[in-house]
């Protein structure tokens, strides 16, 4: 195994610890394997990537579950609007750029961060104890972030943990353990049109894939022992990675 392929495995690891945590792991293995694996096209080192996030996610989806209970009824309708909305993101994304969209998903995230970071009890508690929500916004909430993630993808987790909370009145436990369930269903839509191309590089897929899955385990684990608070901080420090990440790529790339 080459010393290319060891560092993203290391790197895959961590990052499917802090996105079964809060989300965001791309913003730590999509920039690594594009600066590892230079001398293959952008679509070939983002279609492989899918596969590690897609298997971390897995797991720490299962772990999240042995914890909260969906149901089923939801999480069928939750997957497959989330499946088709990433497909077609990720469909769009070999047709057209993405980069006119991330000044305004920088605005958006500017608020996000100003907002968590002063509501000091945002999601920490659930206001919605029963879980019953119009149905309409969650799958309002599974279309446009799942399309989100297949077009454009930074912080994509984050971004559906703080609509579970902020539209359906979920604590950041329940917000997690949805956000993964929907997270997984956006991956498999990508991974879908990416494996169709022919694109993904699996000698370094899979590897990565193994590492991430345990990242995963360990981080989802983490999120459940320590908590909301727990799961806030993390929170705040994915956001403020996510804007920085895409300030670089607004401003200076």
Not at 17 to 23: C, P, R, S
Not at 57 to 82: E, G, H, N, Y
Not at 143 to 148: D, I, R
Not at 210 to 233: D, H, Q, Y
């Amino acid at each position: 195994m080459s010393i290319t392929i060891i560092l993203l495995c290391i790197i895959a690891f961590f990052a499917g610890l802090v996105d079964a945590i809060v989300g965001g792991g791309g913003l730590i293995q999509t920039p690594a394997g594009l600066i590892l694996l230079p001398n293959h096209s952008v679509a070939q080192v983002i279609g492989s990537l899918k596969i590690p996030s897609f298997s971390g996610t897995f797991f720490a989806a299962r772990t999240f579950l042995q914890k909260i209970k969906i149901p089923f009824t939801r999480l069928l309708l939750f997957t497959s609007i989330a499946f088709v909305a990433s497909y077609t993101g990720s469909l769009c994304l070999t047709k057209v750029s993405s980069q006119f969209m991330k000044p305004v998903i920088l605005i958006v995230l500017v608020i996000i961060a100003i907002y968590t970071f002063t509501k000091k009890n945002f999601g920490q508690e659930t206001k919605n104890e029963q879980l019953q929500f119009p149905w309409y916004k969650a799958a309002l909430i599974c279309l446009v972030l799942g399309f989100y993630d297949g077009f454009i993808g930074p912080g994509a987790g984050s971004l559906l943990v703080l609509a579970f909370i902020s539209l359906l009145g979920f604590d950041f436990l329940q917000a997690n353990a949805h956000a993964k369930v929907v997270n997984l269903a956006t991956n498999m839509g990508s991974i879908v049109l990416f494996a169709l191309k022919g694109v993904i590089l699996w000698h370094i897929a899979i590897p990565m894939a193994i590492c991430n899955a345990l990242g995963g385990i360990v981080g989802s684990k983490l999120a459940i022992a320590k908590g909301n608070g727990f799961i806030r901080t993390v929170f705040l420090v994915v956001i403020m990675g996510t804007l920085c990440r895409l300030g670089y790529d607004v401003f200076l790339h």
